[in-house]
């Protein structure tokens, strides 16, 4: 892993960058600006001391005052603003104005202005103050000309000089002062952002730990959350994921061994009867008895394999639904003529009745192998002779099944659970599947199967969507307004 793969060091490089970025910025751009404007401060003061002076020379020079006094006045004005103070004589020199020679210099040299007099000549050309920056002697100097004029006529030039070093000093400290500072604010800057990431880099290392264990199939070790800042929030969410990931895990695993034990029964009895088959020498109708029973319990496993594969449809939301318009009564008339034999055989009464058109839009095989779980468990959870009646019914939302039995109902603390998987209220042989695909099959269909029970009834309830009503000559008027009377001729089935 290269050195800038880690988040601490890409983000302490990226404040680092940034400091020093803003630091560069100062030193590079806001500190020539300062220098400048400095500058241009001192020009305007120069200007104005140039302006203000002026009069006194003027005067001196008009009226022929000897050298000497010239140059004591040239001296005055010198002390009285604290820069140097040169008067040059202007004369034409090719057709142009310009200055030609020391006057007066409060200097100690005379030829202290050297160069091209730069600002004296534009003063003198333009015919007012002008003041510049010029190199003298190897000295940045800022300079300032006023031009004196007689009769009309301008005739010399007052250049009013003053050395731009203090500027420059100032300016050199304040950069020496911004690199000290700057240097402060990096080092303070990438001790603060290798702190911060490294406390962010922490708490993520804290998450991969934790997802690595998630990983190994460990559920147990939810992250403590310290904040509630965006790591805080996925530390949450990733408790929450593990919560679930922990619940289906244990689920799973309470499946499996569900599914083993309920499949090792049939499994077990079988070889014990092929056993007996093979070593007992069994009479005729002992061995007519061992068939019918190997029968049952191979009916069992195929009862059982089927329910499991429906499962896993169900889980991998694999099971693929057709959805049309299904008459509830008279799928359930078909399913009764169906489960005729098996009622007579429990001497029960089975009758279908209907009020209304109930038609549903839903799949109709799956309607069906709802219809059937029901009345199975109508027949096998209920005393013999128990009557059970179908009921379909349009309500207001919903076209309804109902599938009611006479029997001893559930007992209160297990209605909430018939719906859970391989759950079995009683010792009859069934394995606890049934309800749990009814429900979830209701449910795809946008349905729902809802059970009612109490001492002497039972009822489970299957709503589903309503098809669009059909539009046919008097469909349904007659229908709708017949109680509940058995429609069909199905008489109870009695042995
Ligand atoms: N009509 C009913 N009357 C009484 N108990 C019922 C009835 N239907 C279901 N049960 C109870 O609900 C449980 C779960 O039903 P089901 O999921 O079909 O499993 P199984 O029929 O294999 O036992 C049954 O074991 C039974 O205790
Ligand atoms: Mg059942």
């Known amino acids: 892993m290269s050195r800038l793969d880690t988040l601490r060091n890409r983000l302490v490089l990226l404040i680092f960058a940034i400091t020093a970025a803003a630091i560069g910025f100062v030193y590079l751009y806001v500190v020539p600006q300062l220098e400048s404007s400095l500058t241009a401060e001192k020009l305007r003061r120069l ?81 007012t103050a002008r003041s510049g920056v010029e190199t003298i002697a190897g000295e940045r100097v800022g300079t300032s000309a006023v031009p004196i004029a007689d009769d009309g006529e301008i005739r010399w030039v007052a250049v009013l000089s003053s050395p731009l070093d203090d500027v420059e000093d100032n300016v050199a400290l304040i950069r020496r002062q911004i690199l000290i500072a700057g240097a402060i604010a990096l080092a303070a800057a990438s001790l603060a952002g290798f702190w911060a990431a490294g406390a962010v880099s ?35 969410t990733f408790n929450e994921m593990q919560r679930r990931l922990a ?22 009895s079988l070889g014990g009867f092929v056993e007996l088959l093979e070593t007992e020498k069994p009479s005729a109708t002992e061995r007519k008895q061992f068939m019918g029973e190997i029968r049952g319990q191979i009916d069992r496993l195929q009862k059982l394999t ?46 279908v009745r209907g009020r209304g058109a109930a038609v549903a839009m839903a799949d109709p095989d799956r309607v069906a192998q709802i219809i059937r779980i029901l009345l199975d468990n109508a027949l096998a959870h209920t005393a013999r002779g128990t009557s059970v009646t179908v009921t379909a019914v349009r309500g207001n939302a919903s076209a309804e099944l109902i599938v009611g039995d006479e ?33 979830e099959l209701a449910e795809l269909m946008d349905g729902e199967l809802e059970v009612v029970s109490q001492r002497g009834f039972t009822a ?36």
């Open 247 to 268: 619940r289906l895990d244990s689920a799973r695993k309470e499946f499996i061994a569900n599914a083993s034990h309920e499949l090792r029964t049939p499994i077990f």
């Open 47 to 127: 200007e104005r001391l140039g302006i203000e002076g002026a009069p006194q020379l003027t005067s001196a020079l008009r009226a022929g005052t000897p050298d000497a006094v010239v140059a004591k006045a040239v001296r005055e004005i010198s002390q009285d603003t604290e820069t140097r103070v040169t008067l040059l004589a202007a004369g034409d020199q090719g057709g142009v104005l310009a200055p030609e020679f020391v006057l007066a210099d409060s200097g100690d040299e005379p030829t202290a202005i050297q160069g091209s007099y730069d600002s004296a000549s534009a003063a003198v050309e333009a015919g």
């Open 460 to 495: 489970f309830t299957l709503s589903l969507p309503l098809a669009e009503p059909i539009q046919g000559p008097g469909a349904e008027a007659g229908a709708r307004d017949t109680g509940p009377e058995p429609v069909h001729g199905e008489q109870g089935s009695r042995a």
């Open 306 to 351: 089927a329910d499991l594969l429906d499962l896993s449809k169900l889980d991998a939301d694999a099971m693929e639904l057709r959805s049309e318009p299904v008459d509830l009564k008279e799928v359930a008339r078909e399913l009764a003529a169906d489960f005729r034999p098996a009622a007579r055989l429990h001497r029960s009464k089975l009758q």
């Open 407 to 439: 029997g001893r109902g559930i007992e209160p603390r297990s209605v909430e659970r018939v719906f859970d998987r391989f759950y079995t209220g009683d010792t009859s042989s069934g394995s606890g599947l049934g309800l749990a695909i009814a429900a």
């Open 202 to 236: 922490r708490r993520l290392r804290r998450l991969r730990r934790a997802a690595e264990q998630v990983a190994d199939g460990d559920f147990t070790h939810p992250i403590p959350i310290d904040s509630s800042d965006e790591l805080g929030q996925l530390a949450r």
